[in-house]
C-alpha cells in the first residue's frame, strides 16, 4: 500500500531522505485521481504538481491544497461559481505564499460551496463532495472539500475558510481536526471575500499536530491585508504535550439555544469528562446573546457579501452574456452566474442595508454582535477555553436541507459566536454517533492559539481518533 | 447674471480634489494623467478577487492638513465605508468613501476683499477613491482604470454661496489653498479639480431654503459660473410661472451652454453605505497631528494682509502676489533684497509676470533668485539702466540666469549719466545738425525728438534719458 503519512510525519521523512517529495506527491495524486470521482473532493488538480523535487522549508515537500476561494498566482480560482469560470488568479493571496515559501506543495483546488455560502458542500457548480464516511451524507460545508480530502488521505493539509463555521462543521462532518485562527492571524489577501469581518482561513488536517506545524506557517501580519494581526506568532508545537492540568474551562450553561440528541449529547459529555479526568476544572459559563447569533450573522455576512459579490458583472471574469444595454448585460451576467443560495443571501443583505431597513437589521446586528464580544470577554476573565459541540447533529444526507435554507442556517448554532467575535476556534474529532464521526469544538480567547492547540491536544489524547477514522474508511483505502 | 429683483440664490459646492500622492489610495499604483489605458493598475484596484485595500497614510495626513488650514475639527479616527453602486467605470461594485465619521468636520473657506474677509462654512471634507473612465468609441463603451483609485477629497460646503460669482470665488480660494499646501495640483482640465453644486432660489428675506437641484459635470471656473446662473434663472421662471422646481440632477453641458436632467433613475440611489470590513478605522494620532499643525504655512490671507501691512501694498496687489506660495515668498525676499517694496511689486506684477506669461513659467521653475532681481531694480533706480535695457536684461536672467550686473556689462547696456561725456556728445550732435537747430530754434519744437533719437543712436539708447533731456535743452534754448 503507498504511504501517505500526515503533515509532520511527511515533512520528517523528507528531510531525513526517508522518502521523497516526489514520491509523496505521486502518491497523492493517484489518490485524488482514484478517489476524486467517488468524493468530488477537489475541484480541479494540477496533475503535474510532482514534477520539482521541495527539499526546503518548515514544510518542505508536503503536499497542500487550497479551497477554490484562495488565490495562489496562475491557478484555476472559481470558488465553484459559474461566474468566476475559467478565471486564473494573476497573484499569490497571503496563505498560499506563506505554505509556498515554507516548502509546501501546491497540489490543486478543493471543492466548496459557491462562494464559501453553505453548511454542506451541495451549492457547487463542481456538484456535491461527498462524505468518505456514507456517500450518501454531506461532508459539511462550505470547506467541504478539504475535510473530505484531508480524511480520505488524498492531502495532509487542506487549508479551508471559516465565515460562520466553514472549516469547523465538515471537520467535524469527516472526523478531522480543523482549526480557525483568531480574526486577523492568517492573511485574507487573495481570500476571495464572502463576508470580510469574519472570513478567515485555517487548516483542516489529520490531527492536532500536524495542525500546529502548518498555523505556524501560515500565520502573521500581511502588509496587503489591513486587518491583518501585527502581534508576535506564538509557537504552536510545545503546547502539544504541555497538558490542562490546573487549567479552567467553561461550557456554555444549558440553555434554549444548546439542545442536542441523545447521542451528540453523550459525545460531548465524553469531551468535557476527559479534560476533567486530564486535570481541568470544568466551569459553567453563561452567554446570553449567544442565542442571537444566528440572526446576527445572516444580517452581518449577507449584508457584507451583497457588497464584496458586486464585482461580479461578468464585464471582467467568468463568462459574458450578450445584451443591449448596460443593466440588461448586468442582470444577465448575474442572474446567469449566481447560484440560488448566493442569490438568496445577496438578496437578503441587500435588504438589510436598504435606506429605512439598514437600523432595524444591519446596525441591530452589529450591536448584538458587539454584545456576544462582550460575553465572551467577560467569559475569558473566568476560563482558560471553552468547549462547546461543533455541529448538533452528525452528518446529515445530502439534499436533506438543501432546500430548507432556514434549517441549514439553524445547524451553525454552535459555530456562529466564535466567529462573531474572532475568537481562534478548533473542531476536533471525540467519538461516533451511529458510525458517524463528531467534533468537539474549543474556544480560546483572542490571539491565544497557544491555549487552543494545548486544550485541543489534550482531548485529541482522550480520543485518538485516527485510527478509528483509519478503520472506518479502510475501504475508502483499498480503493486506490 | 441677474435675477429678476427680489430673488436670491442658495448656493452649496461639493469639490473633488485629487490628492498628490505617488502612489494611488488603496494599493502601490502610480498615480498620473494620461498614459496607456489600464497601465497603471493592480490586483487591488482592478478590483480582481481576493485583493484587499490598505490605505496610503499619506492620503490622510494631506487631507488632514487641509483641514487644519480650513479650521476643521480633524477626527482622531474617522471610518471608511462603502457606497454600492453598479457603474463600469467602478470594478469593486463600490468605492470607498466615508459616510457618518469623515475625517474633518466644519471649518470655513475665507474669500477675502478690500477690508475684511467672508467665511463660507464647509460641512464636512472625507476621503475617498476616484473611479475609472469610460470612454465611448464607434458604437462600443471601453473602460480604462488608470485613474481608479487615485485619492480625492471631497470638500462640502454649506449652502451659504448667493451668487455665481461668489460660487466662482470660493473655487477660486479652494483651489489657491490646495496649491498653496501642495495638496493637489487643481487642474480642471485634467479633473484633478471636479465640482458638484447644489442651487435653490428663494425670496429674499425667506429663511426657509428652496428645493435644490444638484448640477454636474461644472469642468471649468466659467462652468461654475455659467451653470449656476442658467439653472438659477430656470428655477426663477419655474416659479414664477407657478410652477414647482423637481429635486433633479442635472448635467451641466458646456458647449451648448445649458444644463439636462440626468435619467430618472438615477435619482433616487440607495447607496446602502455601511463600514468597510476590509479597513480599521483611520486617523492621526494627537502627535501626528500636532506636527502637522506645527509645519501648517501662514495662510495666502494672512500673507495677503501682511503686505498690505508691512509693505504698504494696496489690496488688488497683494492679492496677486499672494495667489502662489512660491510668488509671495520672491516677493518679500525681493522686497527686503531692494529695500523697495513698491518697485519690487511693480516688476513682479508688470514685467517679470509678463515674461512669465510669454513663457509659459513658474516662479517655482525660475533660474532667476530674488536678490539678483532685486540687483536689477536698484541698477535701474540709481540710473545706470534704462527701463528698455533693464527688461533687456532681466529677459537674460530669465534664460540663462546670472547676475544683473553681469548681464549690463556683457551686453554693453550701462546707461551713460556722466554729465561731462554726455555734454560733448550733445554738442557735436548739435553742431552736426545745424539746419534742424535752426529750423527747431525758428519754432519747429518737434523736432527736440528728432536730437534725443540722433543722441541714443550714437549711444545704442543707453544714455540717460533725462540727462539728455535737460543738456539738448540747455544746448538749443542756449
Redesign the interface.
Known amino acids: 500500500m503507498p504511504e501517505r503519512p500526515g503533515l509532520r510525519e511527511s515533512v520528517e521523512r523528507i528531510r531525513s531522505g526517508n522518502f521523497s517529495s516526489r514520491e509523496l506527491a505521486e502518491n497523492c495524486l493517484r489518490r485524488i485521481e482514484a478517489l476524486n470521482g467517488k468524493l468530488n473532493a477537489f475541484a480541479h488538480w494540477d496533475a503535474d504538481a510532482a514534477k520539482a523535487d521541495i527539499q526546503d522549508g518548515p514544510l518542505a515537500g508536503a503536499p497542500y491544497a487550497l479551497k477554490d476561494?484562495?488565490?495562489r498566482e496562475g491557478t484555476l480560482?472559481t470558488?465553484a461559481s459559474k461566474i468566476?469560470e475559467g478565471?486564473i488568479?494573476?497573484?499569490s493571496?497571503g496563505a498560499a505564499a506563506r505554505l509556498d515559501e515554507a516548502g509546501a506543495r501546491y497540489l490543486g483546488k478543493t471543492n466548496m460551496d459557491e462562494f464559501a455560502m453553505g453548511s454542506s458542500t451541495e451549492y457547487s457548480v463542481y456538484g456535491p463532495t461527498k462524505n468518505p464516511w456514507d456517500s450518501s451524507r454531506s461532508a459539511g460545508g462550505s470547506s467541504g472539500g478539504s475535510a473530505a480530502a484531508v480524511a480520505s488521505e488524498m492531502v495532509p493539509l487542506a487549508l479551508g475558510t471559516d465565515t460562520g463555521g466553514s472549516i469547523r462543521q465538515p471537520a467535524a462532518f469527516c472526523g478531522v481536526v480543523g482549526i480557525k485562527p483568531t480574526y486577523g492571524r492568517v492573511s485574507?489577501?487573495?481570500?476571495?471575500?464572502f463576508?470580510?469581518?469574519l472570513d478567515q482561513i485555517g487548516t483542516l488536517t489529520r490531527d492536532v499536530g500536524d495542525a500546529a506545524l502548518a498555523l505556524e506557517s501560515l500565520m502573521g501580519q500581511d502588509?496587503?491585508?489591513?486587518?491583518s494581526l501585527g502581534e508576535a506568532i506564538p509557537a504552536l508545537q510545545p503546547e502539544l504535550d504541555r497538558g490542562v492540568k490546573g487549567l479552567k474551562f467553561g461550557i456554555p450553561a444549558e440553555d434554549q439555544w444548546m439542545q442536542l440528541d441523545a447521542g451528540p449529547a453523550r459525545v460531548f459529555q465524553d469531551s468535557v469528562d476527559a479534560l476533567r479526568e486530564a486535570g481541568a476544572e470544568p466551569v459553567e459559563i453563561a452567554l446570553p446573546h449567544a442565542q442571537h447569533s444566528v440572526a446576527a450573522y445572516y444580517l452581518i455576512a449577507t449584508?457584507?457579501a451583497?457588497?464584496n459579490?458586486?464585482?461580479y458583472?461578468g464585464?471582467?471574469?467568468g463568462p459574458r452574456r450578450e445584451a443591449e444595454t448596460?443593466e440588461e448585460l448586468?442582470l444577465a451576467n448575474r442572474s446567469q452566474g449566481f447560484g440560488a443560495e448566493v442569490k438568496r443571501r445577496i438578496l437578503l443583505g441587500?435588504f438589510a442595508?436598504?435606506?429605512g431597513y439598514?437600523e432595524a437589521y444591519?446596525q441591530r446586528a452589529q450591536k448584538t454582535r458587539t454584545l456576544i464580544r462582550n460575553d465572551f470577554q467577560k467569559a475569558f476573565e473566568t476560563v482558560d477555553f471553552m468547549v462547546i459541540p461543533t455541529t448538533p447533529t452528525a452528518a446529515f444526507h445530502l439534499g436533506e436541507k438543501s432546500d430548507d435554507p432556514l434549517s441549514m442556517y439553524l445547524s451553525d448554532i454552535y459555530t456562529l459566536p466564535a466567529s462573531l467575535a474572532g475568537l481562534p476556534a478548533a473542531s476536533v474529532p471525540c467519538g461516533l454517533d451511529a458510525g458517524l464521526p463528531l467534533g468537539t469544538q474549543i474556544w480560546a480567547k483572542t490571539l491565544d492559539e497557544a491555549m487552543l492547540i494545548r486544550a485541543a491536544a489534550s482531548l485529541e489524547r482522550a480520543f485518538p481518533f485516527g485510527e478509528i477514522r483509519r478503520a472506518a474508511l479502510a475501504s475508502l483505502v483499498e480503493a486506490s | 447674471m441677474s435675477l429678476p429683483s427680489g430673488w436670491e440664490m442658495v448656493i452649496g459646492l461639493e469639490v473633488h480634489a485629487q490628492i498628490h500622492t505617488r502612489s494611488k489610495i488603496f494599493c502601490a499604483c502610480p498615480t498620473g494623467f494620461g498614459g496607456e489605458a489600464n497601465s497603471r493598475t493592480c490586483p487591488v484596484c482592478l478590483g480582481m478577487p481576493g485583493a484587499l485595500p490598505v490605505l496610503n497614510r499619506r492620503v490622510l495626513e494631506m487631507t488632514a492638513l487641509l483641514g487644519l488650514a480650513l479650521g476643521s475639527r480633524v477626527a482622531l479616527r474617522s471610518q471608511l465605508a462603502r457606497k454600492n453602486y453598479f457603474y463600469p467605470d467602478l470594478p469593486k461594485g463600490y468605492q470607498i468613501s466615508q459616510y457618518d465619521q469623515p475625517l474633518c468636520e466644519g471649518g470655513a473657506v475665507e474669500i477675502p476683499f478690500e477690508g475684511g474677509r467672508r467665511k463660507i462654512a464647509l460641512t464636512r471634507i472625507h476621503i475617498e477613491e476616484d473611479a475609472g473612465k469610460n470612454i465611448h468609441l464607434d458604437g462600443r463603451s471601453l473602460v480604462d482604470l488608470n485613474r481608479c483609485g487615485t485619492a480625492l477629497a471631497e470638500i462640502v460646503s454649506e449652502p451659504d454661496m448667493r451668487s455665481p460669482d461668489e460660487a466662482r470665488e470660493y473655487l477660486g480660494r479652494l483651489r489657491q489653498l490646495l496649491l498653496w499646501l501642495g495638496i493637489s495640483d487643481g487642474n480642471m482640465e485634467e479633473g484633478s479639480l471636479r465640482c458638484d453644486a447644489n442651487v435653490s432660489v428663494r425670496h429674499v428675506g425667506d429663511t426657509e431654503l428652496g428645493q435644490r437641484t444638484e448640477l454636474k459635470n461644472l469642468n471649468s471656473f466659467r462652468a461654475v459660473a455659467a451653470a449656476l446662473a442658467f439653472e438659477a434663472e430656470r428655477q426663477v421662471a419655474v416659479l414664477e410661472s407657478g410652477g414647482k422646481v423637481e429635486k433633479v440632477t442635472l448635467l451641466w453641458d458646456a458647449h451648448e451652454k445649458r444644463s439636462r436632467p440626468l435619467r430618472g433613475k438615477e435619482e433616487s440611489k440607495d447607496y446602502r453605505y455601511f463600514p468597510e470590513p476590509d479597513l480599521l478605522p483611520a486617523g492621526l494620532s494627537e502627535g501626528e497631528l500636532s506636527t502637522l499643525v506645527a509645519g501648517l504655512p501662514a495662510s495666502p490671507l494672512d500673507r495677503l494682509d501682511s503686505l498690505m501691512e508691512n509693505h504698504d501694498l494696496d489690496f488688488y496687489e497683494a492679492d496677486i502676489l499672494t495667489r502662489e506660495r512660491a510668488m509671495v515668498d520672491f516677493f518679500e525676499l525681493l522686497a527686503e533684497a531692494c529695500g523697495d517694496s513698491k518697485a519690487a511689486s511693480r516688476w513682479m506684477l508688470g514685467e517679470l509676470a509678463r515674461q512669465l506669461n510669454d513663457r509659459v513659467q513658474n516662479i517655482e521653475d525660475l533660474k532667476l533668485r530674488p536678490d539678483s532681481l532685486a540687483e536689477l531694480i536698484v541698477l535701474e533706480r540709481d540710473g545706470k539702466l534704462s527701463g528698455l535695457a533693464a527688461k533687456s536684461v532681466l529677459e537674460k536672467m530669465l534664460e540663462e540666469g546670472g547676475s544683473a550686473n553681469e548681464w549690463m556689462e556683457r551686453l554693453d547696456l550701462a546707461q551713460l549719466s556722466d554729465a561731462g561725456e554726455l555734454a560733448n556728445l550733445v554738442k557735436s550732435v548739435l553742431e552736426a545738425n545745424p539746419k534742424e537747430v535752426e529750423r527747431y530754434r525758428g519754432g519747429r519744437k518737434k523736432l527736440f525728438g528728432f536730437f534725443v533719437g540722433e543722441i541714443m543712436s550714437a549711444t545704442k539708447g543707453k544714455a540717460d534719458p533725462k540727462e539728455v533731456g535737460r543738456l539738448l535743452r540747455e544746448g538749443l534754448d542756449a
Not at chain 1, 188 to 193: C, D, K, P, Y
Not at chain 1, 223 to 227: E, F, I, N, Q, S
Open positions: 476561494n484562495l488565490c480560482t470558488c468566476l478565471w488568479s494573476p497573484y493571496g485574507r489577501s487573495g481570500l476571495v471575500a463576508a470580510s469581518s502588509p496587503l491585508d489591513a486587518t449584508a457584507e451583497s457588497s459579490l458586486a464585482r458583472d464585464l471582467r471574469f448596460l448586468l441587500t442595508l436598504s435606506a439598514v444591519y
